[in-house]
């Protein structure tokens, strides 16, 4: 995960980048988007044993968790415009501050099927110094 979120800012100076040479953030996220859908296609069937699966849309499984991939694509067109006009510490330090509070939520009430973790002072702490940190790299 530390590779991941190293992963975070380079893809944002990226995408913006590319977004701004191409004139349109929507298409800069579109060829993003097709990139990566050939890596993982490439990925899945040189690299993964073992059969196809049988369906992409199994009747089990809740409508919600393909809503995963309307933020995917959400991240990638907001981050493709706000890097280069907010910089890229800016737009990530908001990212940041986002997943703090949304990981808050999701593991303090176990939504979405997560393993409830209560908060506790310890952890109020944490997330407090964590947001102070976001505060002071982003002030000017």
């Not at 979120?5 to 944002?12: Q, R, V």
């Not at 996220?29 to 993982?40: C, K």
């Not at 990530?92 to 099927?113: E, K, R």
């Not at 952890?123 to 002071?136: A, E, P, T």
Request: hydrophobic share 55%; proline share 4%; net charge neutral.
């Amino acid at each position: 995960m530390l590779f991941a979120g190293i992963g975070i800012p380079i893809m944002a100076a990226l995408s913006g980048n590319l977004g701004d040479r191409l004139g349109s953030t929507v298409v800069a996220a579109m060829v993003l988007l097709s990139v990566g859908l050939l890596i993982i296609t490439a990925a899945y069937l040189f690299f993964v044993e073992g059969d196809l699966p049988s369906g992409f849309f199994p009747k089990d499984t809740p409508w919600y968790l393909y809503s995963a991939g309307a933020f995917f694509v959400f991240y990638i067109i907001s981050i493709t415009w706000v890097g280069p006009r907010f910089g890229i510490s800016n737009a990530v330090s908001f990212v940041l501050l986002g997943q703090l509070i949304a990981m808050t939520a999701i593991d303090q009430y176990g939504l979405f099927g997560a393993r409830q973790v209560s908060i506790d002072f310890q952890r109020l702490i944490g997330l407090l110094l964590m947001s102070l940190g976001v505060f002071l790299v982003v002030k000017q």
